[in-house]
Structure formats: structure tokens, C-alpha cells
């Protein structure tokens, strides 16, 4: 008469697949949720730099918003001025945009944020300024 069934050693095995397969996929999950807040932080400096490039314009004088002011570009040039992605979730612990314009015989600006995947970084992005967690990315006027 033979036992039907699995050994101990059958259904031990199964579990460590499964749980190695789990925590593969949990850390995969979060590399892909810290990806896309990166894109989502890449596309908010791009807009906040269309309406600076905008705001300038419209400006007899030709200049850009005063360092940190970036209020001054709503409603006329943005609805709202965008938050970094896991700021708005945990509520000041990271880091958010900065905008710092810098005056001299041309005008220019620095547009940052931090960036959770180093690998994310692009060819138009500088890595000047140090990031509490991650790395930093900087849109400069073109």
C-alpha cells in the first residue's frame, strides 16, 4: 500500500521557492514605485521650468521669479506649484523642489529635486547638490 501525499522535505523546499520568489517581487515593487516617483519629479521640474520660461516672458524687464518665489507664477503661468511625490505622503521628512535664480550678467536658475534611483539621473541633469536621502537632480535654464 502506498502513501499518497508530500514529505515534510517536498513541501519545505516549495515554501523557500515561494518565499525567495515573494521577496523578489516585493523588491522589484519597490524599485518600480521609486522609479516612477522619480519620473513624476523629473515632469513636475519640467513644468515648473515652462512657466518660468513663461513668467519670463510675460515680463517687461525679462527676468525670473525671485529665489523661492515661486507663488508668483500662479494662476497666469501654473494652477499650482507641484510637491515632490513622497513629501506630500510623509509631510516634510523629504525633501521638496527648491528653485534658486541666480543673478549676474546673464539670468539663470537652478530647478532641484532629490531623486531616490541614482540611476535615474539623465545627460541634462547636473549632480551638484547633496541629497539628505538619494541624489540630486538640477533642470538649469537653458
Not at 4 to 17: A, Q
Request: proline fraction near 4%; hydrophobic fraction near 35%.
Amino acid at each position: 500500500m502506498k502513501n499518497k501525499g508530500f514529505t515534510l522535505i517536498e513541501l519545505l523546499v516549495v515554501i523557500s521557492i515561494i518565499g525567495v520568489l515573494a521577496g523578489m517581487a516585493a523588491f522589484n515593487f519597490q524599485q518600480a514605485r521609486e522609479r516612477a516617483r522619480d519620473v513624476q519629479r523629473k515632469s513636475d521640474l519640467k513644468q515648473l521650468q515652462n512657466a518660468l520660461e513663461s513668467y519670463k516672458n510675460d515680463q517687461p524687464s525679462v527676468h525670473y521669479p525671485d529665489t523661492g518665489n515661486l507663488a508668483s507664477l500662479i494662476p497666469n503661468h501654473i494652477k499650482r506649484i507641484p510637491m515632490d511625490p513622497k513629501q506630500q505622503k510623509l509631510n516634510g521628512s523629504w525633501v521638496d523642489y527648491s528653485y534658486v535664480r541666480t543673478v549676474g550678467e546673464t539670468l539663470e536658475y537652478d530647478l532641484v529635486a532629490c531623486l531616490e534611483n541614482a540611476g535615474d539621473l539623465s545627460k541634462d541633469a547636473t549632480n551638484n547638490v547633496i541629497c539628505t536621502s538619494g541624489v540630486s537632480y538640477t533642470l538649469t535654464e537653458p
